[in-house]
């Protein structure tokens, strides 16, 4: 167990839809991480956000928004679905912003959109 | 942009023998990371390299960091089964972690 934990496990739903993953990073961990892990893309870094702040964006699109809230835990919103954006999603968390440390990835969340 | 590539991006391996995957990357960093994910799991961290020349070992598995040659290599001595799984490097510059395609290995008896 990382001590990082998403929910939902699995989501599905269908285009147009707009859903929202949680993440609580581990105790004391101020950096979340978002990737986007499918098969023919495979682990895409989206964005990170340090102690409540956006630190670095990597191929996020515009319909997909991320936060991070005073008590750390961090929301991805994926909005206007399309059926490329089923995939797995992680975060992850480290104690450091950057130069980072090593990440700490919680299980996922399985996004399924038919 | 920071690039990373792994290669091979399948690897079979038979039980007992020895083999190397390659990490490679195109801008300067001393920070690399080895992960392992299991079919359908999180990934999990197995090796830290934050200097040039930087060796880890760990069971069957020893990694090690060249900064200058931008490379890094995970070798598997005497392959087992309990090894099969799909082994990701990363590099981190400035906050942004990039991870190569993953390699994907598998043990044969």
């Known amino acids: 167990d990382s001590g990082v934990t998403q929910t939902p496990k699995h989501l599905i739903t269908a285009t147009g839809q707009r859903v929202t993953l949680r993440c609580s990073p581990r105790?004391?961990?101020?950096?979340v991480y978002w990737y986007q892990q499918s098969l023919d893309q495979g682990l895409q870094f989206l964005i990170q956000?340090?102690?409540?702040?956006?630190?670095a964006k990597g191929n996020i699109l515009e319909r997909f928004s991320a936060q991070q809230f005073p008590d750390l835990h961090s929301e991805l919103n994926l909005s206007s679905l399309e059926l490329g954006d089923s995939a797995l999603y992680f975060c992850?968390?480290?104690?450091?912003?950057?130069?980072?440390?090593?990440?700490?990835f919680g299980e996922g969340s399985r996004l399924t959109v038919l | 942009e920071l690039k990373v590539e792994q290669n091979p991006l399948f690897l079979s391996m038979q039980e007992k023998k020895n083999y190397t995957i390659y990490c490679n990357y195109s801008?300067?960093?001393?920070?690399l990371y080895w992960y392992r994910q299991d079919p359908g799991k999180s990934l999990e961290s197995l090796f830290v390299?934050?200097?040039?020349?930087a060796v880890k070992q760990e069971g069957r598995l020893m990694a090690s960091l060249d900064t200058k040659a931008r490379l890094s290599t995970l070798h598997i001595t005497a392959a087992v089964h309990d090894l099969s799984a799909t082994y990701f490097c990363?590099?981190?510059?400035?906050?942004?972690?990039?991870f190569g395609a993953g390699t994907r290995l598998t043990v044969k008896p």
């Open positions: 992850a968390s480290s104690a450091t912003s950057g130069p980072t440390g090593e990440l700490f």
């Open positions: 990363a590099v981190d510059r400035y906050a942004d972690m990039r």
């Open positions: 956000y340090y102690n409540g702040e956006e630190r």
């Open positions: 105790s004391g961990d101020l950096s």
């Open positions: 390299l934050l200097s040039n020349g």
């Open positions: 801008t300067t960093s001393d920070r």
